[in-house]
């Protein structure tokens, strides 16, 4: 059965500490890989998508990094407006679902 | 600005009755989804539609229905035979099934 998990669930850093999120996976051929940024009462809002083992995204203080059981979402010197959930989601080769976890609750404090 | 609007923000259901929650895109995108999202849980497919005028069920269909006579539009309705509608609905879309879903602000649905 594919499956999605997030850890950990919840994560508090001080200003400017870096640190990783996790994202386990199983699919049966993996087409994508997304990270969302999720604010409280908002929608997702994207961030990355990476397709193949080995494959780094980034975008400012983010950077998505990607093998064939997991992927981490390292966040460098991150600042009180960072604090969000993080979502982490998989499509399988051969099917238009997305496989969500349930995501990291970031608390970035000044 | 292109984007997808979900309305309204906030509804409210008595009981035995049917609401319809508003999906609206101006990103020229051909799929769109409906997912429910409770807390602890991960994001569920309610349904999808690949193109206007036909959809297909999620993993959670019972109790919803969709139509989508317009590219743009994707309205969601929660029956009364949704047994617990309380949660927060969220639209998304994208232009084709192998590109990354955007997604509205969602609508949240409580029970009078």
């Not at chain 1, 990270?35 to 990476?50: A, M, N, S, V």
């Not at chain 2, 539009?73 to 998304?92: E, R």
Request: proline share 5%; glycine share 8%.
């Amino acid at each position: 059965e594919d499956q999605v998990t997030q850890s950990p669930e919840a994560l508090r850093l001080q200003e400017g500490e870096s640190s990783s999120l996790n994202c386990s996976y199983t699919v049966s051929g993996l087409r994508g890989l997304f990270w969302y940024r999720q604010d409280p009462g908002k929608g997702p809002e994207f961030l990355f998508t990476l397709y193949s083992a080995g494959e780094e995204k980034e975008k400012e203080r983010l950077k998505a990094t990607l093998t064939k059981k997991e992927s981490f979402l390292h966040i460098t010197a991150p600042k009180p407006e960072d604090s969000a959930t993080y979502l982490c989601a998989v499509q399988a080769s051969g099917t238009y679902k997305y496989i969500f976890g349930t995501g990291t609750r970031l608390k970035v404090l000044a | 600005d292109g984007g997808i609007t979900q309305s309204p923000k906030y509804l409210f259901r008595k009981e035995g009755q049917n609401v319809t929650l508003s999906c609206e895109q101006n990103l020229n995108h051909d799929a769109m989804y409906w997912y429910r999202q409770d807390p602890g849980q991960g994001l569920r497919l309610i349904y999808y539609s690949q193109i206007v005028n036909d959809f297909q069920k999620g993993d959670i269909a019972e109790g919803y229905s969709v139509s989508r006579e317009k590219k743009e539009s994707f309205p969601l309705t929660v029956t009364s035979a949704q047994k617990n509608p309380t949660a927060f609905y969220l639209c998304a879309s994208s232009s084709d099934s192998n590109q990354p879903q955007h997604f509205g602000d969602g609508t949240r649905l409580s029970i009078l």
